[in-house]
């Protein structure tokens, strides 16, 4: 989850690691610190706390000039988040510096059998135990990326590992393992990252790396083995995006940035996938027509948001193909002994395709036989290249922790791909196809109106500002938007929210309600089958005394008499309505962080994308 950087070039290296570390703090921001060599010795800066910290230290306790540099933002997983425990890491005799993403399983045994040697432990992390490996390493293997081949092939764990050597100025090298990594090529320059944001402003030429590799760069090469000192292949690729698309842009929050993107995202997502006639075209999809119509189960796989983006698109999969579809958390997916056979399709939903839980059970239903259909917003990440088949979502960067533009194009995506199998299979989708892919390529449109009538839901946060609970309400696709919604208030502003499915209210949840306790209500279209009955769900809990935040569609006057505060929606399917539901949910919870004085883009102790399980 940590933001690495590398960098050996002509450049100041301080410069261009504090840069790329700004770009890459939404994945981690507990600590920050940074190597560089120079002289033959490597000197270190770290503080806890947020990047800024670091950046006041080093105008406090300035670093010498240097051309080769490494750096790192912490999210935490051993040790406090302090200065001690921040990386980089250093070895006893300060030739070296490690810096770390992932866990080292078996740290334990590595740092007791070093304590036994003698050597002293400054921290309490496991990343330290390799610093040190890799000084007794040297001792006998020259040459800093063979010793890391060696320390490599005795730890256990995901991890990616980036060092540097005093003797070796001009030489950065990594190691990979289940864990991200990416090289950007540059123009007598290269650079290492855990994210191709940490160097777009440098290059756009990125380099895959696969697992169990190790990488070397200088400022003219880059060589890349496997943990035995072999030879490995690798696969270049140019990043679509330019700088400024990872910037602000003018607004406040990146969160802010990225839910106005959204009209243009679900855009983006379906340009070029669906034609006049409505027939859909997967171009690299990966998955032959003949595969497709042996499939009798598809399993989706996520975790957070995308977990709820499959739960929104099992409606759609199931309506329009009549393929059975489990919808499972990705954490608890292969610890279940699950029901695998060559005609499951497991879709594997993540937006930095590096998430560790995710990538875990897409590997688990491989190994049992299952073909995996990956779902994603990052080109080159891991869980995409080992998938079987692979639907990129083309939202662009997402820099705020919140998801928000990845969640609407994840189900549009699934959508896209539950109408393949629908025309391949020809179950249609219920309807003429024509209608349904014209109702989703209005979406964009649909978003923008949501977009330009937010000002009354930021004043429902202010009135809201003191609740304690706050509960939201769904039937069908509308129960995982509730779902979203209260997940998204639990990050941002750090409240008490759950989302229920309202027909369940009766049997317990309705226990909760009580005088004052605000309750966001998803009424589905006025000719959906459900309406009537989350109509009286509004009754009951209006009732009780709660306080009652209805979503309904223009023209919808049936809830009018039972809602303290309504949010209109533009008339849409029910299948397509999340895409406009969401929205104001996104906005009620950033407005309610902001007002209680919290860091939207970065919620305490979360972290953009989760590398360990």
């Known amino acids: ?64 000039p240097s051309h080769t540099g490494i750096g790192h933002t912490r999210w935490a997983t051993h040790g406090a988040p302090n200065d001690v425990n921040a990386h980089p890491h250093v070895s006893e005799d300060g030739t070296i510096a490690v810096i770390h993403n992932g866990i080292i399983e078996n740290f334990a045994m590595l740092r007791d059998k070093l304590i036994a040697e003698g050597v002293t432990l400054r921290s309490q992390t496991d990343t330290e135990v390799v610093a040190h490996l890799l000084s007794k390493q040297m001792k006998s293997t020259p040459g800093l990326a063979d010793a890391l081949r060696e320390v ?20 950065v090298v990594a190691a ?90 679900v855009a983006d997502t379906l340009l070029g996938r669906i034609d006049k006639s409505g027939k859909v075209t997967l171009a690299d999809l990966g998955l032959d027509d003949a595969f497709l119509k042996t499939i009798d189960k598809i399993i989706i796989t996520a975790c957070g948001t995308a977990y709820h983006s499959g739960l929104i698109a099992k409606y759609a999969i199931e309506h329009w193909t009549r393929i059975p579809c489990e919808v499972e958390l990705a954490s608890e997916f292969r610890y279940r002994d699950p029901i695998l056979t060559p005609t499951t399709l497991v879709v594997a939903i993540s937006q930095s395709g590096e998430t560790m839980d995710t990538l875990m059970a897409m590997r688990y239903a491989r190994e049992q036989g299952a073909k995996v259909l990956a779902i994603c917003n990052s ?17 662009g960067p997402e820099i705020a922790v919140a998801s928000t533009k990845a969640f609407l194009t994840q189900i549009v995506a699934c959508y896209l791909f539950a109408m393949y199998l629908a025309q391949t299979r020809g179950t249609g989708y219920g309807k003429d196809a024509a209608t349904v892919a014209l109702e989703l390529s209005d979406m964009p449109s649909m978003i923008d109106l949501v977009l330009d009538t937010t000002e009354g839901v930021k004043a429902i946060a202010k009135e809201l500002i003191d609740k304690q609970s706050v ?6 696709v509308g129960f995982p938007v509730a779902l979203e919604g209260a997940l998204k208030l639990k990050e941002l502003a750090y409240m008490h929210a759950e989302g229920f499915a309202a027909g369940e209210l009766k049997h317990g949840p309705i226990a909760l309600i009580e005088d004052g306790i605000p309750v966001f209500v998803v009424v589905p279209p006025q000719d959906d089958e459900l309406h009537d009955k989350i ?24 809830i009018n008499e039972f809602s303290d505060h309504i949010i209109r929606l533009p008339k849409c ?41």
């Open 1 to 64: 989850m940590c933001g690495i950087v590398g960098y050996v070039g002509p450049q100041q290296a301080q410069n261009v690691v504090i840069e790329g570390l700004r770009r890459l703090e939404y994945r981690g921001y507990d600590s920050a610190g940074i190597a560089i060599v120079s002289d033959q010795a490597i000197q270190t800066r770290k503080k806890a706390g947020k990047l800024a910290n670091l950046e006041a230290e080093l105008v406090d306790s300035p670093i010498s």
């Open 152 to 171: 490599c092939q005795v730890l256990t764990g995901a991890f990616t590992l980036v060092v540097v050597h005093a003797d070796t100025p001009d030489v």
């Open 176 to 265: 990979r393992r289940n864990s991200p990594l990416v090289v950007g090529r540059g123009d007598g320059e290269n650079f290492l990252a855990s994210d191709v944001a940490a160097f777009i402003a440098h290059t756009r030429n990125a380099i895959e790396l696969g697992q169990d590799q190790i990488v070397e760069i200088t400022p003219n090469s880059i060589e890349v083995t496997d943990f035995y000192g072999k030879p490995a292949e690798f696969t270049e690729y140019e990043v679509t995006w330019d700088a400024a698309a990872a910037e602000k842009g003018g607004f406040d929050l990146f969160m802010l940035k990225e839910i106005a993107e959204q009209p243009k995202a």
């Open 379 to 395: 080109n080159g990440s891991t869980i995409p290249r080992e998938s079987d088949a692979v639907i990129y979502t083309h939202a």
């Open 471 to 476: 509960l939201f309400l769904g039937r069908s």
């Open 535 to 558: 109509v009286s769900n509004i009754q009951e809990v209006r009732a009780r005394g709660a306080l009652t935040i209805v979503l309904a569609e223009e023209g919808d006057e049936s």
């Open 573 to 613: 399917p029910a299948l397509m309505q999340p895409l406009v539901a969401t929205v104001p949910l996104q906005i009620f919870s950033c407005e309610m962080a902001t007002v209680k004085g919290y860091d939207v883009d970065q919620p305490r102790n979360l972290a953009k994308s989760v590398t360990v399980e």
